[in-house]
């Protein structure tokens, strides 16, 4: 559920008309609804309220790194899973305590070691061994103690895109599981370490809870063989991974159903359960506003459809092949078939091909929905187009939460080296 809805036939944001958005600040633009940024994330510690151990959710903060997001998100409890220093560092100015930060990720530099030493985050997930010894020798050198839990690679399909898959044994995430458990007494032996936890991450976009019910499973025996080992483990992460719906009428598992699936599972575990949620908690709380450059009608072929708006700023679909629905801001009531372009010199600039949309005509607004996670956090300058700005809307009132990098901006951070002026 989310608060991007129509009135008298005009899209609105909570209270605020997308039209007034697009005149005051311009488009393409980002648009966060204050609203169904905090359901969502009621909606999905309430799904988790009956665990026997309060749990700790921390947001994933690459899916929407945005400071007023994570600002918002602490305010609702949330910690934040970053994946590196610059994530870390945004998650510290937003506000989040950082006991409540995990840093996750397959290639934490020495450098970002140290600072997340220096800041006390609550917990490093380990992805290697090699990794944990390295902690362990600056950890120790500092005379500090690194609370760590090790990622396992439960070599489990997640069912999702090849590219959003982390979960399989050919991935780069995680040891793998036949060997997590002499990992874990070999690292939890290390001056500088105190091996905590364990943590599985198996994929994005998951549709289906079955994948995660099963790398959960084989956790709970893992997790059984290091105690029995001797080891001690207090802190099991779960990662994120839950879908959202991109298409209307699309089913997903809710936040209800893997709470339930995740209190059965690990009912008998006497952890601290974490978790990393993103794209549920951000997915349908965004939408892209872009507006028709124009319709472009060839013989063959449905019309093009170009909007202002390309791959640089919402990078899913050329991605992924993923699929944004698309609603005319002011729709008249008439559809049409058409492909839905970008402006940017690539063919794989296409949002939709061949689909049915409202009509649309040259200057009307639209937007793309579910925006929220890895839109605006994976754009680029490509073709030099800048960066778009970012809105938060809450209730009635909106304020520009990330300003529009121009391509000037950019342009000015460039030099041509006095070599090549002397010659
Ligand atoms: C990306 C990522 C997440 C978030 O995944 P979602 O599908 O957005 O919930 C959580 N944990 C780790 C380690 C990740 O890399």
């Known amino acids: 559920m989310d608060f991007f809805q129509y009135r008298d036939g005009a899209l609105f944001a909570e209270d605020v008309p997308m039209a007034r958005i697009a005149q005051e600040v311009g488009t393409p633009v980002y648009i966060y609804s204050r609203a169904t940024f905090e359901r969502h994330a009621r909606v999905f510690a309430e799904a988790l309220s009956g665990l026997p151990k309060k749990p700790h959710i921390a947001f994933a903060v690459k899916s929407n790194p945005n400071l007023a997001v994570l600002s918002l998100l602490s305010k609702q409890g949330y910690g934040a899973d970053v994946v590196s220093g610059g994530e870390m560092a945004r998650a510290l100015a937003a506000g989040v305590p950082a006991e409540d930060i995990v840093f996750s990720g397959v290639g934490k530099s020495a450098k970002e070691l140290v600072a997340g030493l220096e800041a006390q985050i609550g917990q490093f997930n380990i992805e290697s061994e090699e990794e944990g010894v390295e902690l362990a020798q600056i950890a120790a050198e500092r005379g500090e103690l690194a609370r760590c839990a090790l990622r396992v690679n439960p070599d489990i399909d997640a069912g999702t895109h090849e590219k959003i898959s982390t979960g399989k044994k050919d991935n780069k995430f995680g040891v793998p599981i036949d060997q997590a458990v002499a990992i874990y007494a070999r690292l939890a032996a290390l001056p500088g370490l105190e091996m905590r936890g364990l943590a599985v991450h198996i994929g994005s976009q998951l549709g289906d809870l079955a994948p995660l019910e099963m790398a959960f499973l084989k956790l709970g025996?893992?997790?059984?063989?290091?105690?029995?080992?001797?080891?001690?483990?207090?802190?099991?992460?779960?990662?994120?991974?839950?879908?959202?719906?991109?298409?209307?009428?699309?089913?997903?598992?809710?936040?209800?159903?893997?709470?339930?699936?995740?209190?059965r599972v690990t009912a008998n575990w006497d952890v601290?359960?974490?978790?990393e949620p993103g794209r549920v908690i951000a997915g349908n709380a965004g939408v892209l506003l872009t507006q028709v450059v124009r319709v472009k009608?060839?013989?063959?072929?449905?019309p093009f459809v170009i909007v202002d708006a390309a791959m640089n700023d919402?990078?899913?679909?050329?991605?992924?092949?993923?699929?944004?629905?698309?609603?005319?801001?002011?729709?008249?009531?008439?559809?049409?078939?058409?492909?839905?372009?970008?402006?940017?010199?690539?063919?794989?600039?296409?949002?939709?091909?061949?689909?049915?949309?409202?009509a649309v005509a040259t200057g009307d607004l639209a937007v793309f929905r579910t925006a929220g996670a890895y839109g605006a956090t994976m754009a680029s300058s490509y073709n030099s187009r800048g960066f778009v700005a970012e809105v938060m809307v809450d209730g009635d009132q909106f304020e520009v939460v990330a300003d529009r990098i121009l391509p000037e901006a950019i342009t000015a951070a460039e030099r041509v080296p006095a070599f090549l002026k002397d010659s």
Request: aromatic share 8%.
């Open 297 to 302: 009608r060839n013989a063959n072929r449905d």
């Open 272 to 275: 601290t359960l974490m978790f």
């Open 221 to 263: 025996e893992l997790l059984a063989e290091v105690r029995a080992g001797g080891d001690t483990v207090t802190h099991i992460d779960l990662g994120g991974g839950l879908g959202v719906p991109y298409k209307k009428g699309e089913e997903m598992p809710s936040p209800a159903q893997y709470g339930a699936m995740v209190q």
């Open 314 to 358: 919402l990078a899913r679909p050329a991605l992924y092949g993923a699929w944004h629905d698309f609603d005319a801001v002011e729709p008249n009531g008439a559809r049409m078939v058409a492909n839905i372009v970008g402006p940017i010199c690539e063919t794989g600039d296409t949002f939709a091909t061949a689909r049915e949309i409202d």
